[in-house]
C-alpha cells in the first residue's frame, strides 16, 4: 500500500486530524475530525470537516472508515457529521464503554447507559484489524491518557492520539476520570518498542515556546528526546512528574460539552421541546 498522509489543523482546539490516503487504490480513512464549536454563542459548525470531504472529493477518494483515538475532551467529533454525509461506518476502542459508565453519572443519563456506546458501529479490541484499501489498519490499545485510546497502525505510521505529543510537549494528562500515568507509561513504552522509523503522528501540538506547529515525529526521536518519557526517567519518576504537573492543568475550556456529544460518537443532544439542543453543565456549588 501506497500510504500518504495528510495533517489537517483545527486552530481552535490545536487538534490534528488525519486523511490517511491508499493512493495506489484511492481508499482513505479520516482520524479524529473536529466539529467547529462556540462556547460562548452555541454554534456548531462543520466547516473544518467540509473541508476534509472536499479533500476525499477532489481527490477522487473512497472513504472506508471514521476514526477516533479516543473521548476526546477538549474538542466536538464531527465522526457523526460526517457518516451523516457519507454513510461509512464510525470507529472507536471498547475501553468507551466504561468511559461512558464513569460519565453516565456526571451527567444523570440514568438507564440510557447502554444506549450510548452504540452510537459507534464499531468498537475495536486490542489488536484487531479492519480492512483498509488493499491492505488492512491494526489497532494497539493505549490507556492512560483516557482508558479507551487506541493507536491506529497503518503500515509503518502510528496515530497515537493523544498517548504521546511531539518530543518537546511530552506526554498528555491523565486527570481525567479513568487516566492513569502508570498505564499512560506502558502503553508508551509499547509503542517506543516499535520499528525506529515508524512514523508517530500526533493528535495535538499545543506549539510550546510558540514554535512552529509540528505534528510527526519518529518512534526513535520520541524515544530517545521525549521530556517526559525517556531514558533518564523511569516509571515511577514519570508517573511523580505527571500528577504534579496535572494539579496545574485547567480543566479544558470545552470539557462538558465534548463528552456529551462525544460518547454518542458526535450525535448532539436531541432538541427539547422548544426544539432547540442544550447541553448540561454539572454545577459544583462552593457558595457554602
Ligand atoms: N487549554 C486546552 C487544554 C486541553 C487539554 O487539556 N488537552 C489535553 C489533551 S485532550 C492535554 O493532555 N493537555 C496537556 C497539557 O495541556 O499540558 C483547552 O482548554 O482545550
Ligand atoms: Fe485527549
Redesign the pocket.
Known amino acids: 500500500m501506497a500510504v500518504h498522509v495528510k495533517g489537517f489543523f483545527h486552530e481552535g482546539?490545536?487538534t490534528i486530524s488525519y486523511i490517511v490516503v491508499d493512493s495506489e487504490y484511492k481508499h482513505a480513512v479520516i482520524i479524529d475530525s473536529v466539529l467547529d464549536f462556540d462556547l460562548s454563542s452555541g454554534e456548531v459548525g462543520a466547516q473544518f470537516a467540509n473541508k476534509q470531504l472536499a479533500f476525499l472529493q477532489d481527490n477522487e477518494l473512497q472513504l472506508d472508515w471514521i476514526l477516533d483515538t479516543h473521548a476526546?475532551?477538549?474538542h466536538l467529533s464531527a465522526a457523526n457529521y460526517l457518516r451523516s454525509k457519507t454513510s461509512v461506518q464510525t470507529v472507536i476502542g471498547e475501553g468507551i464503554k466504561a468511559v461512558e459508565g464513569r460519565f453516565a453519572n456526571v451527567f444523570n443519563l440514568g438507564g440510557l447507559t447502554t444506549d450510548l456506546y452504540q452510537a459507534f458501529d464499531r468498537l475495536l479490541k486490542e489488536g484487531e484489524s479492519l480492512a483498509f484499501g488493499s491492505a488492512s489498519l491494526t489497532c494497539m490499545s493505549t490507556p492512560g491518557?483516557t482508558s479507551d485510546s487506541l493507536s491506529y497502525i497503518i503500515e509503518d505510521n502510528v496515530f497515537v492520539g493523544?498517548t504521546l505529543f511531539m518530543p518537546d510537549g511530552g506526554t498528555?494528562?491523565c486527570d481525567f476520570p479513568g487516566g492513569d500515568a502508570g498505564l499512560l507509561w506502558d502503553s508508551i513504552s509499547r509503542i517506543h518498542q516499535l520499528p525506529a522509523h515508524y512514523k508517530i503522528w500526533v493528535c495535538?501540538d499545543?506549539q510550546p515556546q510558540g514554535r512552529e506547529l509540528r505534528y510527526q515525529t519518529t518512534v526513535g526521536e520520541s524515544r530517545s528526546s521525549n521530556i517526559h518519557v525517556n531514558s533518564q526517567m523511569d516509571k515511577a519518576q514519570y508517573v511523580a512528574l505527571r500528577n504534579t504537573?496535572d494539579k496545574t492543568?485547567?480543566v479544558?475550556?470545552?470539557l462538558y460539552p465534548s463528552l456529551q456529544v462525544n460518547l454518542q460518537s458526535g450525535v448532539l443532544p436531541e432538541p427539547e421541546s422548544n426544539g432547540m439542543r442544550y447541553i448540561k453543565i454539572p454545577l459544583t456549588d462552593n457558595t457554602h
Open positions: 482546539t490545536g476526546h475532551a477538549d491518557h493523544d498528555a494528562r495535538h499545543y504537573r492543568l485547567a479544558p475550556k470545552l
